[in-house]
T-cell receptor, first 116, second 113 residues
Framework: AQTVTQSQPEMSVQEAETVTLSCTYDTSESNYYLFWYKQPPSRQMILVIRQEAYKQQNATENRFSVNFQKAAKSFSLKISDSQLGDTAMYFCAFPFRHFGNEKLTFGTGTRLTIIP | DVKVTQSSRYLVKRTGEKVFLECVQDMDHENMFWYRQDPGLGLRLIYFSYDVKMKEKGDIPEGYSVSREKKERFSLILESASTNQTSMYLC????????????FGPGTRLTVT
């Protein structure tokens, strides 16, 4: 069974600093996608970034980037120049295929607080 | 923009009541999902549907049922609400396929007293 582990329940950093959130997963698949989602306080969950496993290059979206280590099954999210609006719960997620359709397995989340 | 809406942001029900949570998406997505979110447990899949009138059990289906009569609407039903079903419920939708992101609704915080 696929499992997704986020070992940091809470983190806090000063505004403008860089922070890295960790995620590890377990799978026997060879090609897959990985996702980081963000859930701001009292707001909807949104996709932050997506990584395709067969791509060597780490995905980047503005201040957000990933460090994908396929052999280690590690998928961490780096937020550079953190801003107050980055305060949120962050979930990593792994799609599990079920008869050709995907369902996501989520980690337990990291609550990130950006301190002014 | 994809929009996923849920019928209520907050709901308070009594033990034993039948509860309906409605979810509507406006982007003709094939797949729809119901999750519950609890502190320290992340999101856990209750049920999902990949087509009209089709449904599949997720990881925690006990005590819940679902209905998908139209492509855009996916309902979660608590036949007889219990206090351990007090939680945040999130609906999501996606295009078919394993590489597409899920779009989430705002959530319904259900309290069962």
């Amino acid at each position: 069974a696929q499992t997704v582990t986020q070992s940091q329940p809470e983190m806090s950093v000063q505004e403008a600093e860089t922070v890295t959130l960790s995620c590890t997963y377990d799978t026997s698949e060879s090609n897959y996608y990985l996702f980081w989602y963000k859930q701001p306080p009292s707001r909807q969950m949104i996709l932050v970034i997506r990584q395709e496993a067969y791509k060597q290059q780490n995905a980047t979206e503005n201040r957000f980037s990933v460090n994908f280590q396929k052999a280690a099954k590690s998928f961490s999210l780096k937020i550079s120049d953190s801003q107050l609006g980055d305060t949120a719960m962050y979930f990593c997620a792994f799609p599990f295929r079920h008869f050709g359709n995907e369902k996501l397995t989520f980690g337990t989340g990291t609550r990130l607080t950006i301190i002014p | 923009d994809v929009k996923v809406t849920q019928s209520s942001r907050y709901l308070v029900k009594r033990t034993g009541e039948k509860v309906f949570l409605e979810c509507v998406q406006d982007m003709d997505h094939e797949n729809m999902f119901w999750y519950r979110q609890d502190p320290g447990l992340g999101l856990r899949l209750i049920y999902f549907s990949y087509d009209v009138k089709m449904k599949e059990k997720g990881d925690i289906p006990e005590g819940y049922s679902v209905s998908r009569e139209k492509k855009e609407r996916f309902s979660l039903i608590l036949e007889s609400a219990s206090t351990n079903q007090t939680s945040m419920y999130l609906c999501a939708s996606s295009l078919g396929g394993w590489n597409y992101e899920q779009y989430f609704g705002p959530g319904t915080r259900l309290t069962v007293t």
